[in-house]
């Protein structure tokens, strides 16, 4: 990790999968506890970025999040293009793990296993949480497989190894009930900023070019309190260009083969 902005660590807590290293473990204690600050640029919100030696960012703690995908028309590029971007654009690989049943966003990430959780919605936005405990690195222990079963709504193998690397996990999950899909989404993403009189924190503005499974575009509102992002979305006007869905609604018509930039919800 290189450097870190915005935040101190979200306020959920979550049972640990403790069958297996997570990712948070292997940052030298960096990640302690949700009271601890993190050194660097003014404090933000409940949602902690890190900025990757590899150009990449990944995002931990609860957040309200509105998310819409599409085409761009050359007035907004140019909007969101205006807002200051925290780091240089960064290409990005995921692999999400889909079923039918699936009920958590759970994705390959630079070999990791990650959980992104929805624990409510009300309107428009969703309230998500991404726990550092839920960044796993391989091997696997059975615990995370009997859990990542579950989260996705598929039967797994009743007896499950012990450990598994990644090729072993896509094999069993290939043999869960139902199969577990893998999309493939590769994407160039740019963190932004949007703020108004009045606020005191700003809003995050993730946006994603996508190449992969089809040539799309992705913009995603965060913050911890709805009301910013009502004003940055009506601001911006994404609503009326986009259309509005989270990821794991994205990944269900991927896996099916259709696109997301057709219509607008």
């Excluded at 007896?159 to 996990?169: K, T």
């Excluded at 979305?233 to 696109?259: K, V």
């Amino acid at each position: 990790v290189t450097k870190t902005t915005k935040a101190h660590f979200g306020r959920a807590k979550l049972a640990p999968l403790t069958d297996g290293p997570s990712w948070s473990s292997c940052l030298g204690g960096l990640v302690v506890s949700s009271s601890v600050w993190v050194s660097g640029l003014r404090p933000s919100w409940d949602f902690t970025v890190f900025f990757l030696r590899n150009g990449d960012q990944v995002a931990f703690g609860t957040h309200w999040e509105w998310r819409g995908f599409g085409r761009l028309s050359p007035a907004l590029r140019a909007r969101l293009g205006a807002l200051p971007a925290l780091f240089p654009p960064a290409p990005t690989h995921d692999e999400y793990l889909w079923a039918p049943g699936a009920a958590v966003n759970v994705k390959l990430r630079w070999g990791a296993l990650k959980f992104k959780r929805l624990l409510a919605t009300e309107g428009e936005f969703g309230s998500w949480v991404e726990d550092p405990g839920e960044f796993l690195l391989f091997p696997l222990g059975a615990a995370t497989l009997a859990q990542l079963g579950k989260d996705l709504g598929v039967s797994m193998p009743a007896a499950l190894p012990r450990r598994v690397d990644r090729e072993a996990l896509l094999n069993l999950l290939q043999n869960a009930v139902p199969p577990v899909r893998r999309v493939s989404v590769r994407k160039l993403r740019v963190l932004r900023e949007w703020e108004d009189r009045g606020m005191t924190t700003p809003v995050t503005v993730d946006t994603a070019e996508i190449s992969e499974p089809e040539s799309s575009f992705s913009v995603g509102l965060e913050h911890a309190d709805r009301r910013a992002l009502a004003r940055c979305l009506a601001a911006l006007g994404l609503a009326s260009e986009l259309r509005r869905m989270n990821y794991l609604e994205a990944i269900a018509l991927w896996a099916e083969g259709l696109r997301v930039a057709d219509g607008n919800a």
